[in-house]
């Protein structure tokens, strides 16, 4: 029997240096992408932003947003050719511990109704829709509603 090595999977606090891998992750996955500005300033506002890199390849980011007991799930992607491999879901449960490390006792996000795949990863993690943000978001031919979601941070997930 041989053994088999499998790359090593670390998820790291990004900052200035990793923007430009965010910002190519996101234009590929996204017809309307956050732009550079937009990363710059989430880590110049000390945003949480962290990554999952595997083998030093990064995979997926998220940024989150605290405020006193609340925290707010800005963005989280994965790699095209890395998405439903399960980095959706390490990223999610990193960013829920560190939403509830930091006093946060619950997590917000915006997601569009058009996204099934976050949906039914939101859902799976206990999300439950609270509100509906009419034209949100730019699509072809107008706008999107967002979703609003929300799970309460009861416990650290393991």
């Known amino acids: 029997m041989s053994a088999v090595l499998l790359p090593r999977v670390e998820m790291l606090p990004l900052g200035d240096a990793d923007i430009d891998e965010m910002v190519a ?14 990363f710059v300033d989430s880590v110049a506002s000390g945003y949480s932003v962290w990554g999952c890199r595997v083998a030093g390849e990064l995979v997926g980011y998220f940024v989150l947003m605290i405020a006193v007991d609340e925290a707010h799930l800005l963005n989280i992607s994965v790699a095209g050719k890395r998405q439903r491999m399960g980095f959706g879901a390490r990223l999610l449960e990193c960013a ?4 509830r490390q930091a006093g946060a006792s619950s997590l917000l996000l915006e997601v569009r109704p058009s996204n099934h795949s976050a949906l039914a990863l939101y859902r799976h993690f206990g999300f439950r829709q609270i509100g509906l943000r009419r034209g949100y978001y730019p699509a072809i031919g107008g706008r999107e509603d967002a979703l609003v979601l929300r799970r309460e941070l009861d416990r650290i997930l393991a």
């Open 25 to 38: 992750i996101e234009n590929c996955i996204f017809p309307y992408p956050w732009t550079r500005g937009n």
């Open 96 to 99: 829920m511990n560190g939403a």
